[in-house]
């Protein structure tokens, strides 16, 4: 008997009617192949993604306007992709990346090709730096920025942001081509070993126009934008918020900012806030309610104004307003006190203050006082005041009632309309 050329296979796929057992052969294959796709799973947990496959899968995923770089990519099932040592540019921008950061983690979709949702659901960034005052900006015949539609929720860890130092923030991000809106933000702010600060709010830019505007609630350190003002070079302005001592109560309140960043950046600041129990200058207040405006910005000199203030001590009330110009050095300031009228002057001009120690004030008294003080050159001083008080008077003089104009311009000093009572009579 012949053999045929095609011989019949000796086993057939089984067949439940007949009960066969799946052949030892298949089974062995089976559990081969499983263990071998295990072990590439983990080797891939454990090692990373090789940089070949990287630039295959990158052929593979929906267009966007970032390229990213990294020392190591790695997945896992449930954190997502962990890109390490990463920067991520704008395409088409030169200069610094947009993001550079210890760790950048996405927590992807993986069922958004066939759903058409969105697939990336969050960001995570540690360690990182966000630029944008001093970041990378469209190259020469760059056309108008679209970044395409995105949605997916944003955490950052120790990361600068502006060249302030965010502790941790979440939010969630919404980008209509070049306009980006962060909903629901909130975070904490503060160096390391500084004061912190907690943040709540909304953020809106314009990434064609390099513009932005925010509207946010904060309750802590005002000193904790230390490293924005440090980043930006303003030591003057920084100076005046080290100068404020909060107490056992944090201050509170409400913030708009605004501004363009890039090269001519600009930042608007207008701030209310209300404190218990804290210090100004060394001098202690009980009550604080302010209102306070900074504006700065690149080849621009700054300006602080806070107007208005009101002051309560246990000794009186003070309540007016005064502006810096940083520049001239110049204090402008129109104000009503009933506290003592050194305690009203060291808020202003400690120098000037500590030349008024000879003044005696052991009554109620009442001051009316505007104009404009320089520490740095006192010929540009120019103040008028009207003070009217008892049981007031210098050094051993001492006048049961008090009344008088004073004009002080320059270093010297002009008395108009005195009267008073002492001694059983009166002048």
């Not at 190259?139 to 990361?159: I, K, M, R, S, Y």
């Not at 005046?240 to 363009?260: I, T």
């Not at 009503?336 to 808020?347: A, D, E, K, M, W």
């Not at 540009?380 to 050094?395: D, H, I, P």
Request: proline share 5%.
């Amino acid at each position: 008997m012949k053999t045929p050329l095609f011989k019949r296979p000796a086993f057939h796929f089984p067949r439940q009617e007949r009960g066969r057992p799946l052949p030892g052969s298949l089974f062995r294959g089976l559990v081969l192949l499983f263990f071998l796709a295990l072990s590439w799973l983990l080797l891939v947990l454990a090692m990373g993604i090789p940089s070949s496959w990287i630039r295959v899968i990158s052929q593979r995923l929906p267009e966007t306007p970032f390229a990213a770089e990294a020392g190591t990519i790695s997945y896992d099932l449930v954190r997502g992709v962990t890109l390490r040592e990463a920067r991520i540019f704008h395409k088409g921008d030169v200069g610094l990346p947009l993001v550079s950061a210890d760790t950048v983690r996405l927590v992807v979709n993986p069922l958004a090709a066939l759903t058409g949702g969105d697939w990336l659901r969050e960001v995570w960034i540690s360690g990182g730096t966000i630029r944008g005052m001093q970041g990378s900006g469209p190259g020469e015949g760059a056309g108008p920025l679209d970044f395409g539609n995105w949605n997916f929720q944003a955490n950052v860890q120790d990361t600068r942001i502006f060249g302030e130092r965010v502790v941790q923030g979440t939010c969630e991000v919404s980008l209509r081509g070049a306009q980006l809106r962060l909903n629901r933000a909130e975070g904490e702010i503060g160096e390391e070993a500084g004061p912190h600060a907690t943040l709540q709010g909304s953020l809106a830019m314009n990434l064609s126009e390099k513009s932005y505007q925010s509207s946010i609630t904060w309750n802590g350190y005002p000193m904790a934008i230390e490293s924005f003002l440090t980043a930006m070079d303003k030591q003057g302005a920084l100076d005046y918020f080290r100068l404020f001592k909060p107490g056992g109560k944090l201050p509170s309140g409400d913030a708009d900012m605004s501004g363009n960043y890039g090269e001519k950046w600009t930042f608007d600041l207008a701030l209310s806030g209300a404190a218990r129990d804290c210090a100004y200058r060394g001098v202690d207040i009980r009550q604080l309610f302010m209102n306070m405006q900074f504006h700065t910005g690149e080849g621009r000199k700054a300006d602080l104004a806070f107007d208005p203030v009101v002051m309560i001590r246990q000794d009186g009330l003070a309540a007016g307003g005064f502006s810096v110009d940083f520049g001239t050095g110049d204090i402008r300031f129109d104000g009503y006190s009933t506290c003592p009228p050194g305690t009203l002057v060291r808020l202003v001009a400690p120098d000037v203050a500590d030349r008024l120690t000879a003044v005696r004030v052991e009554g109620p008294v009442r001051i009316h006082a505007g104009g404009t003080v320089n520490q740095r050159d006192l010929t540009r001083t120019s103040v008028t005041l009207f003070l009217e008080g008892q049981k007031l008077g210098l050094n051993r003089f001492l006048a049961d009632r008090l009344a008088f104009t004073a004009k002080l311009t320059g270093l010297s000093c002009e008395i108009h309309d005195l009267a008073g009572e002492c001694y059983g009579g009166s002048f």
